[in-house]
């Protein structure tokens, strides 16, 4: 009798890993391709989770702030890319999606500053 009792709880055990499991997988694709709000939640229950190896949690970083980026959080996703660079700096889309944040950064500074130009005389 006392196997039949260990039984359903090792079963019970097994299911929450599977389940885990099934999530883990979701928030991974959630985190590479879903919308902006949903990836931002996903990749930081992967990045918090703490199973990531290195190359995989510069990978989630880099897609956080892709997402960051594509509500105009540019300086969220400044510093993701900057600490996606800390922990694998050999991952050529950082740079890419950095190079990307920037041109943009410099540009909503452009435009802030347009209405100074247009006021002067000339």
Known sequence: MGGGTAC???S????????????????FKTCASGAPDYA???????IEGGKLDARDQ???YTNRAVAFRKRGGLKRALADLNRAVEIAADQAPIYANRGIVYQLMDRSSTRRLQPCHRARPQ
């Open 8 to 10: 359903p709880a090792s």
């Open 12 to 27: 019970f055990a097994a299911a929450l890993l599977l389940l885990s499991a099934g999530v883990a997988d979701d928030d």
């Open 40 to 46: 931002i939640m996903a990749c930081t229950n992967l």
């Open 58 to 60: 510069s990978v989630a």
